[in-house]
């Protein structure tokens, strides 16, 4: 979800499902026909056994260690691979840089 209105970051947490896609530009259902043009790359989100709290996650085949995201990162669609646990795992987003961003200095 948007972190911080004007910025274009999202915060990341676990996923409640085993797998999303989001299809970015598509017409919502009953919307009229040229509501959504279709054109944006999928967003895929794996997160097989969605356990409460993130262990790892990777982006793009990447591992990300941050608990956010920039919209940019996402708008030529993206795969976030996660692996949940039932336990906080106290490692993950827990390095310089790696809480979302502050709205203020502080």
């Known amino acids: 979800y948007p972190y911080a209105a004007g910025q274009g970051v999202f915060a990341l947490s676990a996923p409640l499902f085993d797998r ?8 919502p259902a009953g919307a009229s026909a040229g509501a959504g043009s279709g054109t944006g790359r999928p967003i895929v989100i794996s997160a097989p056994g969605a ?9 793009n085949g990447r591992q990300h260690d941050a608990a956010w995201i920039t919209g940019a ?14 336990r906080p795992d ?4 827990a390095g310089p ?10």
């Open 97 to 106: 840089g790696e809480a979302p961003p502050a709205f203020c200095a502080g």
């Open 73 to 86: 990162r996402l708008s030529g669609g993206a795969t976030l691979d996660y692996r949940t646990g039932s």
């Open 90 to 93: 106290p490692g993950w987003a």
């Open 51 to 59: 356990g409460k709290y993130i262990d790892s996650l990777t982006v």
């Open 20 to 27: 999303a896609v989001l299809r970015p530009g598509l017409a």
